[in-house]
C-alpha cells in the first residue's frame, strides 16, 4: 500500500501533480521561447545585420511575467516559495502547525491575486499591446490563474498538515 486512501484523494493528489508536470513543462517551453526575442533584441543593437524589431520587447515582456508567475505556482507546490525553516529541530507536529500558518499567509495573498487579478483582467479584456498588438488579457490573466493555482495547492497541503496535528502521521 502507499498509504494514500482510495477513490477521490487519491484522483485529487493524480491531477495536481499531472498539473503540477504540465507548469514544469509550460515554465520550460516559455524560457526557451523567450531567448529567441531577447536574443533578438542583443543582436539588434550590436549589429546592422539584424534589424531592430520593437515586437521582441513586448513578447519578451509578456513571456517573462508568464515565466515568473508559473515558477511562483511551482514553487507554491514544491514548498520551495514563501518558506523560511527557523525551528529545523522541531516534532512534526509543530513542524506542521508552523507550515500550516504560513500557508494560510500565502492564502490570503492568494485570495489577493484572484480577486485584483480578476479586476485587472476585466480592465485589459478589449485593449491591445502597442506595439505587437497582442491583446493585453493574455498577460493579465496571470495573476488570477496563479492565486487560483496557489490556492489549489495550498489546499492539498493544508490537508495533509491537519492530518499531521491530528494524528501525528504524515499522509
Not at 499567509?105 to 479584456?125: D, K, N, Q
Request: charged share 15%; hydrophobic share 55%; glycine share 8%.
Amino acid at each position: 500500500m502507499t498509504g494514500q486512501q482510495p477513490g477521490a484523494p487519491g484522483l485529487w493528489r493524480r491531477m495536481t501533480a499531472a498539473y503540477s508536470q504540465f507548469l514544469s513543462l509550460l515554465l520550460a517551453i516559455s524560457v526557451a521561447i523567450l531567448v529567441f526575442p531577447v536574443s533578438l533584441q542583443i543582436f539588434s543593437r550590436f549589429t546592422a545585420l539584424i534589424p531592430s524589431y520593437i515586437w521582441t520587447e513586448e513578447m519578451a515582456r509578456f513571456l517573462f511575467v508568464w515565466s515568473i508567475m508559473i515558477g511562483a505556482m511551482i514553487g507554491v507546490r514544491e514548498s520551495t516559495h514563501f518558506e523560511v525553516d527557523l525551528w529545523p529541530a522541531v516534532s512534526r507536529r509543530v513542524e506542521a502547525a508552523v507550515k500550516l500558518g504560513s500557508k494560510i499567509a500565502i492564502f490570503v495573498f492568494a485570495l489577493v491575486f484572484v480577486y485584483s487579478g480578476i479586476e485587472f483582467t476585466r480592465f485589459a479584456w478589449f485593449r491591445i499591446s502597442e506595439l505587437a498588438e497582442l491583446p493585453l488579457w493574455l498577460i493579465h490573466i496571470a495573476w488570477p490563474v496563479t492565486g487560483f493555482t496557489w490556492i489549489v495547492f495550498l489546499g492539498e497541503q493544508a490537508l495533509d498538515d491537519l492530518r499531521v496535528i491530528g494524528g501525528g502521521e504524515r499522509p
